[in-house]
């Protein structure tokens, strides 16, 4: 292992012991780099609604404890596994949910590495960066811009990848309607990344705060499900329905909303996932030809461009600060949708 500097035996992290509500503060031993491997001293964290999933093992995939959760972690590479590196000592570099994958596979040859079956996923199978170290592989992990805050940056390593990619997939064209369902920690940035993408924004929320903060990041049009239905104001606002929709919702209902604000021939992105099945009616479907996808997170390629659109000031997170000691309250106050925008640890 090649070191910048003295580096400790153990350090401190937030471990899943075991599936429940509350992670356990403790020490670990420091991780070893090993081939296409590097070690990163942590500088921020951002905290994602995943890492609730994974403390409660509420998904049909489950990791296995004991593990470190997080997958939006920025640092600072302070040493190298043998072999040939991707990075070097003194880099900023950030892990993510796509932690590695195998590199030959259909999949990964063609550039959809998100979907290969031997796919590692981080702060789920890999330990990530709830924790004052972690290991990234060096040809799979964020290389975060010269003058990026690791704080406001952090967030872009999920969030902003995953509805970046969503947005690409929905083919919505600049000038064209696209209504972002859910204005959460993804759903705020999924507005700043269709605004910069030229697309005329609409927002769906029950939270009127939530869809203040939506207009002031660009949306020219809101929509409180909890008062009026969305379909109907969607379709009468834009004459004939939305060309794209974003659902980065977690609600069911969010789900069913979602073809009724669509125009004639236009696609639906799922982000979010809800527990239950997708409410769809197939005559409507066909009839109006829908297209339906899911977007899982997205590949290096896009990962390089989200972050582009960062290092440009087209993006900026609404991120608060947290230590690693308050992470069960945060966490907590996920559960219960008490968080606008995003949290990130701060090292």
């Not at 409660?56 to 190298?80: C, I, R, S, Y």
């Not at 902003?160 to 309607?177: D, H, M, N, R």
């Amino acid at each position: 292992m090649t070191s910048s500097d003295t580096l400790p035996d153990h350090v401190n992290a937030a471990i899943v012991q075991k599936f429940g509500t509350e992670v356990t503060l403790g020490s670990i031993d420091l991780p070893e780099p090993g081939p296409h491997q590097a070690l990163v001293k942590l500088h921020a964290s951002g905290v994602c609604h995943t890492d609730l999933h994974a403390l409660e093992g509420d998904w049909p995939v489950k990791p296995e404890p004991p593990f470190v959760p997080g997958h939006e972690g920025v640092g600072e590479v302070v040493a190298l596994g043998p072999g040939e590196q991707f990075v070097e000592i003194g880099d900023m570099v950030g892990n993510v949910w796509l932690w590695t994958a195998c590199n030959d596979c259909e999949y990964c040859r063609t550039g959809r590495e998100t979907y290969c079956e031997s796919a590692e996923y981080g702060g789920y199978t890999v330990d990530g960066s709830f924790g004052e170290y972690m290991l990234v592989d060096t040809r799979y992990c964020a290389r975060i811009p010269e003058g990026s805050d690791p704080v406001e940056v952090a967030p872009i390593l999920c969030a902003g990848v995953t509805v970046y990619k969503a947005l690409k997939v929905s083919e919505t064209k600049p000038g064209q309607f696209m209504v972002i369902s859910g204005i959460g920690g993804l759903g705020h940035i999924a507005v700043q990344y269709a605004k910069a993408m030229g697309m005329r924004v609409i927002a769906v929320d029950i939270a009127d705060e939530k869809l203040d903060l939506a207009k002031r990041l660009g949306a020219e049009f809101v929509v409180n499900a909890k008062i009026d239905d969305p379909a109907e104001a969607v379709q009468e606002y834009t004459g004939g329905g939305s060309h794209g929709v974003l659902v980065t919702a977690v609600h069911p209902a969010a789900f069913g909303q979602a073809t009724g604000m669509a125009r004639r021939g236009g696609t639906i992105v799922f982000n979010g996932l809800p527990a239950g099945d997708f409410p769809a009616n197939i005559f409507d479907i066909v009839l109006r030809g829908l297209t339906i996808r899911g977007s899982l997170v997205g590949t290096r390629q896009d990962l390089e461009e989200a972050l582009d659109f960062y290092a440009r000031g087209l993006i900026k997170p609404q991120v608060a600060e947290c230590r690693l000691d308050d992470i069960n309250g945060v966490l907590e106050d996920m559960r219960h949708g008490k968080i606008d925008g995003r949290i990130a640890i701060k090292y």
